[in-house]
């Protein structure tokens, strides 16, 4: 069975930093694709990361690119997003997801649905 638990969400002010921890068990990271979502109250859930392999193949949503960093312990099993320089808008839920490998290199990975597993969500506030 497999579980995918965040940790490290929290409040912090803008322009701060926060680093998400999700760690797998019953999935090997190195084998799938490893990604972050977000979902704001009234809004979509929507993709903002994800990581394949040894975790050097990353892709970022616009709205994040050189603020959020994605990461991967394959030894630990555990994926990390490092985000820096919060904005209140950055203020979601934020869900690790796993799925197959390829979905990875596809745009299909910004649609939920394509990803198999979820974690329960840590809540990242950001206040100005």
């Known amino acids: 069975q497999v579980q995918l638990v965040e940790s490290g969400g929290g409040s912090v002010q803008a322009g701060g930093s926060l680093r998400l921890s999700c760690a797998a068990s019953?999935?090997?990271?190195?084998?799938?694709?490893m990604g972050w979502f977000r979902q704001a109250p009234g809004n979509e859930r929507e993709w903002v990361a994800s990581?394949?392999?040894?975790?050097?193949?990353?892709r970022y949503a616009d709205s994040v690119k050189g603020r959020f960093t994605i990461s991967q312990d394959n030894a630990k099993n555990t994926v990390y997003l490092q985000m820096s320089s919060l904005k209140p808008e950055d203020t979601a839920m934020y869900y690790c997801?796993?799925?197959?490998?390829?979905?990875?290199?596809?745009?299909?990975?910004?649609?939920?649905?394509?990803?198999?597993?979820w974690g329960q969500g840590t809540q990242v506030t950001v206040s100005s």
């Open positions: 019953g999935y090997t990271l190195s084998s799938g694709c």
């Open positions: 990581a394949y392999g040894s975790g050097d193949n990353t």
């Open positions: 997801a796993a799925t197959s490998a390829w979905v990875c290199v596809l745009a299909s990975r910004l649609r939920p649905r394509t990803w198999d597993y």
